[in-house]
């Protein structure tokens, strides 16, 4: 029996009815390392992160901004690519996690 590729786990819980993915999500948090806490180091559970990069439609989705906003803060040197591969750019993570840090919380 295959398991499930990201992607396609994503997409199930994608569809998934609001309160659902919410109490799923919730589990998670509350369960997911509540007897081995100790066990994990922040390298072990996102280690495979560390120097990564991230196109401009990445960014933007890990920032949570419109790409219209994150074009704007390109665009002011707010943010800056690392890398430009033909029309494409690249951003550090490191760099992204710096900005979202300094972000303040829009208030509705």
């Known amino acids: 029996m295959s ?3 990201a992607e396609v786990v994503f997409d199930q819980v994608k569809s998934m009815p609001v309160s659902e993915r919410n109490k ?3 589990l998670i948090a509350s369960r ?4 081995e ?8 559970v996102f280690g495979e992160l ?6 401009s439609n990445e960014a933007a989705l890990y920032l949570g ?16 690519a690392i890398e430009t591969v033909g029309r494409s750019q690249i951003f550090a993570l ?9 972000k ?3 208030q509705h």
């Open 65 to 80: 901004i419109s790409m219209s906003t994150f074009r704007r803060l390109v665009k002011t040197k707010v943010i800056q």
């Open 94 to 102: 490191d760099d992204l996690r710096r900005y979202k840090k300094t």
């Open 24 to 26: 799923l999500f919730s």
């Open 3 to 5: 398991r499930p590729t």
């Open 32 to 35: 997911a390392f509540e007897e």
């Open 50 to 55: 560390k120097g990564a990069a991230f196109t």
């Open 37 to 44: 806490r100790d066990r994990y180091t922040h390298e072990e």
């Open 104 to 106: 303040k919380p829009t």
